[in-house]
């Protein structure tokens, strides 16, 4: 099993840069591919971006591609999402998950463990 903690959310001007990180426990962590999610009120969430297990291949949502950065330290059990040249439509709670099935998934519903989510709103 595996707990995941979110930080690093808060209010940003438009442009602006946040730092999302997430701390996972267990001795495993390195068995998930792992990913980060947004949702917003009255919406599905909303693939972001994805790192596989050693951190060689990511994957990102068309919306995020060039602005946002995820990544992966398999010694510290983090994993973080750099995100940069914000816009107000990036405004959502962002969540950190743990797959643990084959390949590196976009799909919410593959993932087994999720963090309890962080606020990230950018103001116009």
């Known amino acids: 099993q595996v707990q995941l903690v979110e930080s690093g959310g808060g209010l940003v001007q438009a442009g602006g840069s946040l730092r999302l990180s997430c701390a996972a426990s267990?001795?495993?962590?390195?068995?998930?591919?792992m990913g980060w999610f947004r949702q917003t009120p009255g919406k599905e969430r909303e693939f972001v971006a994805s790192v596989s297990r050693s951190a060689a291949n990511t994957y990102y949502a068309d919306s995020v591609k060039g602005r946002f950065t995820i990544s992966r330290d398999n010694a510290k059990n983090t994993v973080d999402l750099q995100m940069n040249s914000l816009k107000p439509e990036d405004t959502a709670v962002y969540y950190c998950a743990a797959d643990s099935t084959v390949g590196v998934s976009r799909n919410a519903r593959e993932y087994d463990y999720w963090g309890q989510g962080t606020q990230v709103t950018v103001s116009s």
């Open positions: 267990g001795r495993t962590f390195s068995r998930y591919a």
